[in-house]
């Protein structure tokens, strides 16, 4: 904010009431030591700021500074040439202003400065960079001052974004925090004021985030004082795009740059020369009215000549049990392009389709204003009629503000607690946290396990009690020993119990707010039900897992040895154990025996290469202390540990008296001895050992990731105090390998881009193992297919039935789906849709065009001469997940048979050796799509602020 004397004076008089009153203001304004003045500008005004906004601009220049000389957020060539091939295959070439511009955001710095004219394709622009940002493993969000610049950059360039107020709201709330992997791309950015983007900057700093400004600083001025966007560019830089290509008539080109430099009567000329400026009655009635027509006129046109309907349809969320892979939705980021028709030719709902005239904006402003009026007559119609439905922007207000003040409640009470009593109860919730898994895990008598959903909420409650407690760890040495009563898991377990009502009330926040949850009124509470039932597609997937494992129950991949029985366990466990000691409590000690450990070691040998292939964590991945190997090896050592002390626990608890179970089953690992046993055993060097523990256990340095994932991550190790780690044997009942990968990339964004690099080549290998023998021929090398040496589109990978003639060919997608932020599943779901979709209509033009014999030359298909195959069919696979249509997402492509990893797998060994493997194959995926899996709901209910949340559906049991 920079003011003139007469600035102040015309400041001070709309504020003051009368001459006397407006001099005693003046001259206390030009007294205030807040005020600071500037000196004279170039017209010889003086000017003037204040202190406040000295302050705000130096730490907006020292926030500015820090994201530009970090480095972090590189994303390969081969990403960035993959998302400029699909832009042009979509139809969208870009310019070379735009290409420029797309290859400043997309380098490894972590501020990129975007400055263009309304209409050059920014959008457009953004929408490549938010593919190559994806298949680099970052998570793309969108934000902008008001709400119609979101929805459009939303619409644009398919990046879910918000209002910056709605985001430092959540942010104040503690939720949808930014995290280093992030990249946030602010639109309009020339609007903010200096405090805001202040504001901004430094939490994305503080994150570790990268940030991308697209604006134009002479369109219109922030509101608020400062104009912060204009001296960032011109302090750190940018790129200009200043090609108009939203219009395509010369004209209407320059009457856009026109006005977006400023000179809007040569615009208004240009737009009245070619007969597009009417005159209008005088009432403002009638010119609302004309405006508003016109509008309307256009939508409808707009809508017959492309089939696109610019209304956002709700996507719809799956019912059942909350997996990792929750069901998640948000708005539908605009009309979907079809194969046949560019991205770039749809317009914005939102815009005139002359671009940003008068009009259109006048028209903007009514339609608004209508839909508001419609929304608060809707609401009153419904309180009105006493309906018992809450309408979803009200129920979602209302839960995300009751999560707010019961987290509040939470942290006061905890806030009462010293740091070691605060460290206690960490460690008393770690306890109980492995109680009641292994209780849940290994006990066939469900008489002792919590009810699911307690046990859930439990579980979901780890997270938000880490992010809390973690900066508060007291610095101490040794173990702190404490004795686990009755008295003191209750405690810890309703600290779980509320931290978790929390995060399911968060979660229920976001899933009605884009229409996965439905609320109604219940007595002095509010009840909570799905808005879809029993055949979620989705849901399906999660399912997989299980029926994949039952499917191959049969199978014994095993080594081959000697094996100890479950009885020569128990009878050598119960000859090693004797009570200890601690003076606190009784524990179970025991004794060493080499056959105890390699028979443990030989049953989670198999396991450990499942969950390592799960999480996608190659054995050939070197980032940073994320080595593939030496994680597998340590893991599998761990792992071993914990299972064997689960069961030499169990044994010692039967046949010792007065032992501390709870208190027993914990374990306090030595970092030092840890090392040394490791490495012993695996022959693997101490040092590497150490870097692989580094990367699994978790410090106080890592409170931020907890605070912004809600899948609750339970660590193999964990720092309590200096020169002893607790290991909660509980993270074995959880894939560790999906946990250790996702808190490294939160760590070091870098590492996502190290884990994806040999996925591509891993999947396919696996795929292959399901076809060997001589019957099959497979493709080695994914295969592009070209018209006139230009790319069309290419083949993953291919298998061809010798026997048969049918040749399947394969489009493979590894997408990490472990996450419950709905907006990263959201992202992937609609990534995976689209380009599936894409490919499918692209493979089968090329193969209309060129013919079978052709492919299988380009294939390199060893085929006898002048044969075809007898049937060609498409797959889509996805690693974990490829159902989406309970998002709103759904294959535009009907010959293309699109499943998961684990329903592929289990649906090659249904068919075995058949006659036409392949087609049976591609007929099942079909026939399980409309499968319906039947449950039974299992209601859950708390209070929060005297009122019941009645959840009916969120969970669910096989009937």
Not at 656 to 663: A, F, G, K, R, V
Not at 743 to 755: D, Y
Request: proline letters at 4%; a negative charge.
């Amino acid at each position: 904010m920079v003011d003139t004397r007469r600035d102040l004076a015309m400041f001070v008089h709309r504020h003051s009431d009368g001459k006397d009153q407006f001099d005693l203001a003046l001259n206390a304004v030009q007294s205030s030591p807040d005020l600071v003045a500037l000196g004279k500008d170039g017209r010889g005004n003086e000017r003037f700021t204040s202190r406040d906004m000295i302050e705000v601009e130096a730490r907006l220049e020292r926030a500015t500074a820090s994201i530009t000389e970090r480095d972090r957020h590189q994303v390969h060539e081969r990403f960035r040439e993959r998302a400029l091939a699909a832009a042009e295959r979509r139809g969208l070439f870009l310019s070379g202003e735009q290409r420029a511009a797309f290859e400043h955001v997309t380098a490894g710095k972590d501020l990129g400065v975007i400055v263009g004219y309304a209409g050059t394709g920014k959008s457009a622009m953004l929408g490549a960079a938010r593919e190559a940002w994806e298949d680099a493993g970052y998570k793309v969000r969108g934000a902008a001052l008001s709400g119609i610049a979101a929805e459009n950059l939303e619409d644009g360039s398919g990046i879910a974004s918000r209002t910056i107020a709605s985001l430092e709201h959540q942010w104040a709330q503690g939720r949808d925090l930014l995290i280093a992997s992030d990249v946030l791309v602010i639109d309009e950015a020339g609007m903010i004021g200096s405090r805001q983007m202040e504001r901004v900057l430094s939490v994305a700093n503080d994150a570790g985030a990268k940030v991308v400004l697209v604006g134009d600083p002479q369109q219109l001025q922030a509101i608020e004082a400062g104009a912060a966007f204009r001296s960032i560019a011109e302090r750190h830089g940018h790129v200009e795009i200043t090609e108009i290509r939203r219009q395509q008539v010369d004209w209407q080109r320059d009457a856009t740059r026109h006005l977006a430099t400023g000179r809007t009567a040569e615009a208004l000329d240009a737009y009245s020369a070619n007969g597009m400026v009417h005159a209008a009655g005088t009432r403002e009635a009638e010119c609302a009215a004309r405006l508003l027509d016109r509008r309307c006129s256009a939508a409808d046109a707009s809508e017959r000549a492309t089939g696109a309907r610019p209304a956002r349809r709700d996507a719809r969320a799956p019912a059942g049990q909350i997996q990792n892979a929750a069901p998640a939705g948000a708005r539908s980021a605009g009309p979907s392009a079809s194969s046949n028709t560019p991205a770039h030719h749809f317009t914005a709902p939102d815009r005139h389709p002359d671009g940003p005239g008068l009009q259109a904006r006048s028209a903007q402003r009514i339609e608004r204003v209508a839909r508001r009026a419609a929304m608060a007559k809707n609401i009153h119609q419904c309180l009105v009629s006493n309906s018992m439905t809450i309408p979803g922007s009200i129920l979602s207000e209302t839960l995300s503000k009751l999560a707010s003040s019961h987290l509040a409640a939470i942290r006061n009470r905890l806030d009462d607690f010293d740091d070691m009593l605060c460290t206690a109860i960490l460690i008393e919730a770690a306890r109980v946290i492995d109680y009641e898994n292994v209780l849940m895990g290994s006990s066939e008598d469900e008489s002792h396990h919590l009810p699911f959903p307690v046990f859930d909420v439990m579980c979901r409650g780890w997270n938000p009690l880490l992010h809390y407690i973690l900066p508060r760890l007291s610095k101490i040495g040794g173990i702190p020993i404490q004795e686990s009563t009755s008295t003191t898991r209750s405690h810890a377990r309703s600290i779980l119990q509320a931290f978790g009502q929390y995060a399911i009330l968060q979660k229920a926040a976001d899933m009605s707010f884009h229409g996965f949850l439905e609320g109604s009124e219940i007595e002095n509470g509010i009840s909570l039900k799905f808005t879809v039932g029993e055949d979620s597609d989705h849901f399906l997937d999660q399912l997989e897992a299980e029926a994949l494992e039952r499917a191959l129950g049969g199978i014994d991949d095993s080594a081959p040895g000697e094996k100890l029985t479950a009885d020569e366990v128990d009878e050598l466990a119960a000859s090693l154990v004797f009570p200890f000691e601690t003076g606190r409590g009784t524990m179970v000690g025991y004794d060493a025996d080499p056959r105890l450990d390699a028979h443990f070691i030989e049953l989670v040998g198999p396991r450990t290469l499942e969950w390592r292939a799960e999480a996608g964590i190659h054995p050939t991945i070197d980032a940073d202390q994320l080595n593939g190997a030496d994680i597998a090896a340590v893991v599998m050592m761990l792992a071993s540990f914990y299972l064997k002390h689960i069961w030499i626990v169990g044994v010692g608890s039967k046949c010792l008296p007065d032992i501390n179970y709870c208190m027993s089953l914990t374990i306090w690992k030595k970092p030092d001895e840890l090392i040394e046993s490791i490495s012993t055993f695996t022959g693997i060097d101490a040092r590497r050992i150490d870097a692989a523990l580094r990367a699994i256990v978790v410090t106080r340095e890592d409170a931020g990731y907890f605070g912004t994932e809600p899948t609750p991550l339970v660590p193999m190790l964990l720092e309590i105090s200096e020169g002893f780690w607790l290991a909660p044997v509980s993270s074995v009942f959880r894939n560790p390998f999906t946990a250790i990968r996702m808190l490294n990339e939160f760590r070091n964004p870098l590492t996502a881009q190290s884990v994806r690099k040999p996925r591509e080549q891993w999947m396919t290998s696996d795929l292959y193992a399901l076809f060997e023998g001589n019957r099959y021929q497979v493709v080695e090398l994914p295969t592009r297919l070209k018209r006139e040496d230009q790319l069309v589109t290419d083949i993953d990978a291919a298998v061809l039935d010798m026997t048969t003639g049918e040749l399947g060919l394969f489009q493979l997608k590894w997408q990490d789906l472990a996450s419950s932020r709905l907006g990263a599943i959201r992202s992937r779901a609609k990534n995976f849709v689209e380009r599936v979709s894409l490919w499918a209509d692209q493979v089968e033009n090329w193969i209309s065009e060129f013919g079978e014999a052709e492919l299988c030359r380009c294939l390199k298909l060893k085929v006898p001469k002048g044969a075809v195959p007898s049937r060609v069919m498409m797959f889509a696979v996805g690693r974990s997940g490829a159902r989406f249509q309970s998002y709103g997402y759904t294959l535009t492509n009907e010959d293309i048979a699109a499943c998961n990893w684990n329903q592929f797998v289990r649906l090659r060994y249904e068919v075995g050796p058949a006659e036409l493997v392949l087609s049976e194959i591609h007929s099942r995926i079909f026939s399980e799509q409309s499968r319906v899996e039947k449950r039974r709901p299992l209601p859950y209910a708390f209070e929060v602020d005297g009122r019941t949340i009645r959840i009916e559906d969120m969970w669910s049991a096989a009937v």
